[in-house]
């Protein structure tokens, strides 16, 4: 969506509300494209672009001083949209490297690793800033920036942290050239081995994400 259909053209583009609106809308729209599944070939590396940029407006909503809303009560920003369809298609794109091992509170001691999916996770922080987007719409930027800067320190701020750290991880791997040697985060429901699902792991990340960046796993 351009910006002539996001801002009034009165509206200053050193805003902070606009910038802040720009970035989320951007995140929305970038991963949208990217569960439709046109290049997947991009997908993990565009991804771990376009969550880095939205922390950098997470990061200053953070450095923010608290933001007040006008009124007392949330007004009704109406349904929810659906995002089931989006969860189900990047887990599809992103299979099997979609789960991952993360910790919660990194200091909150003797916490043990769980499985995370980069899919569910993505879709958790779609539903919060769409959230959000739905009251700058509707012309209410306090309450957009309230529920934005509230959200992302209550949840969207550390989903999307560890999501950048999966795919981090995963694009390191294979500009390093080290192959997937543990995938103990990974479920095993569908009743592979771990040797299968290592094979598997760095049979995807060869597909997609070295063969565009021109590199190769070390043969075995």
Not at 34 to 43: H, T
Not at 45 to 64: D, I, K, M, T, W
Not at 71 to 98: K, Q, S, T
């Amino acid at each position: 969506m351009s910006d002539a259909t996001l801002h009034s053209t009165t509206q200053d583009p050193d805003d902070f509300a606009v910038q802040i609106a720009d970035q989320v809308e951007s995140f929305l729209v970038a991963v949208s494209e990217v569960a439709r599944g046109d290049e997947p070939d991009s997908a993990v590396p565009f991804l771990l672009l376009e969550v880095s940029q939205l922390l950098l407006a997470g990061g200053r909503l953070g450095a923010h001083e608290d933001i007040v809303p006008d009124e007392r009560y949330e007004p009704d920003p109406g349904p929810e949209p659906d995002v089931d369809g989006l969860r189900e298609n990047l887990a599809r794109l992103l299979e099997p490297i979609d789960v991952y091992s993360e910790v919660f509170d990194p200091y909150e001691p003797r916490k043990a690793p769980v499985p995370a999916r980069i899919s569910d996770d993505l879709a958790d922080v779609i539903t919060d800033l769409r959230h959000g987007m739905a009251h700058y719409r509707a012309g209410r930027t306090t309450e957009a920036l309230w529920w934005w800067q509230f959200s992302y320190f209550s949840n969207w701020g550390a989903t999307a942290s560890a999501t950048l750290r999966a795919l981090q991880s995963v694009v390191a791997h294979v500009r390093l050239n080290q192959p997937l040697e543990e995938l103990d985060g990974l479920d095993t429901d569908q009743g592979m081995g771990d040797d299968t699902l290592e094979f598997e792991a760095g049979k995807v990340m060869q597909q997609e994400i070295a063969g565009p960046l021109g590199l190769r796993f070390p043969s075995h």
